[in-house]
């Protein structure tokens, strides 16, 4: 299953801002808390996390060497 | 349609009026639809209304010349942009594109210039608006014209590799802004260019060091 970006629902105000800016529709506002779709093309462009003010949704990048 | 006298009253270019006062300024301020990913406003062209964001968000960006795009900031519920050039009547300084669906509300320059005009009490909210938005942008400028948040950048992955652990540790823009003490907007950057450079790699929700040479003489950078 794909990486998809992290959500911490406790945070989650419901706003709808994250699922209007995915561009891959991977998000969705349910009973007013956002929920992630892992089946979509999320290309972690992480405008999801750059919309969200209170730090509900977020795209953290694993660090490796290559 | 027209603005609501609510929703204008809670933004900060028209808070503290009367209702009554107000209320003429609502049938100024036209509302607008747009989809998401449309430019609404273009670096260099003329500007002929101040717009307000109702809902959705909005990014407002520069593009250099060989077309790298650096975001100023994004903009929210209750925030305007087009300000600048309304105010002092020169070109855009700065691009608009919707992240969204947005609702914006539009408002004519000239209208704004008669609001302006008609009532201090705006007047003043414009300047704190204007004032605060030149104070954010005076330290992007200063982390954006000075290598040391590259190097910065740079030495936060270093570090997180040191142990070289199997599961590598993980780190979101907002978290390297913060251990960096920038903005989200100076780490996408400072990535891209620490990309560019040929020191790591940007691989979806990977960040992949490929040079630790040149990752290291990034860190030494600044
Ligand atoms: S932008 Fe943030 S608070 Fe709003 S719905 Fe998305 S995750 Fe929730
Ligand atoms: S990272 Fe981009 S594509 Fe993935 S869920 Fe967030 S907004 Fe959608």
Redesign the pocket.
């Known amino acids: 299953m794909a990486e998809m970006p992290l ?1 911490d629902p406790g ?9 209007g800016v995915c561009h891959c529709n991977a ?1 969705a ?1 349910v009973e007013n ?2 929920t992630i779709d892992s089946g979509t093309g999320c290309d972690w462009c992480t405008d ?1 996390e750059a ?4 730090g ?2 977020t795209c953290p990048f694993e660090i490796v060497v290559q | 349609m027209v603005a609501e006298l609510e929703f204008l009253n809670s933004i900060p270019y028209f808070s503290g009026l009367d209702p009554a006062e107000l209320e003429p300024i609502t049938r100024l301020v036209l509302e607008k639809t747009v989809d998401r990913g449309e430019l609404v406003a273009l670096e260099g062209e003329p500007a002929t209304n101040l717009y307000i964001v109702a809902s959705g968000a909005v990014k407002v960006f520069k593009t250099s010349a060989d077309g790298k795009e650096q975001i100023l900031s994004i903009v929210r519920s209750g925030e305007s942009f087009n300000d600048v050039a309304i105010f002092d009547g020169g070109p855009n300084p700065a691009s608009a594109r919707t992240m969204g669906p947005v609702v914006l509300y539009k408002i004519a320059k000239d209208d704004m210039k008669a609001v302006l005009r008609a009532h201090p009490r705006i007047a003043l909210n414009v300047i704190k608006v204007l004032a605060s938005r030149v104070r954010d942008l005076l330290s992007l400028v200063e982390d954006l014209s000075f290598k040391h948040v590259i190097s910065r950048v740079a030495r936060i992955l270093a570090e997180q590799v040191e142990g070289e652990t199997a599961a590598g540790p993980r780190l979101t823009q907002q978290e390297m802004a913060a251990m960096a003490g920038t903005a989200r907007e100076v780490v996408g950057r400072s990535l891209k260019i620490l990309e560019e450079e040929g020191a790591i790699k940007l691989d979806r929700h990977r960040i992949i060091i490929t040079d630790k040479g040149v990752l290291q003489k990034m860190m030494e950078f600044g």
């Open positions: 959500i945070k989650c105000d419901g706003c709808g801002l994250c699922v998000l506002i808390v956002v999801c919309v969200c003010s209170t509900a949704i």
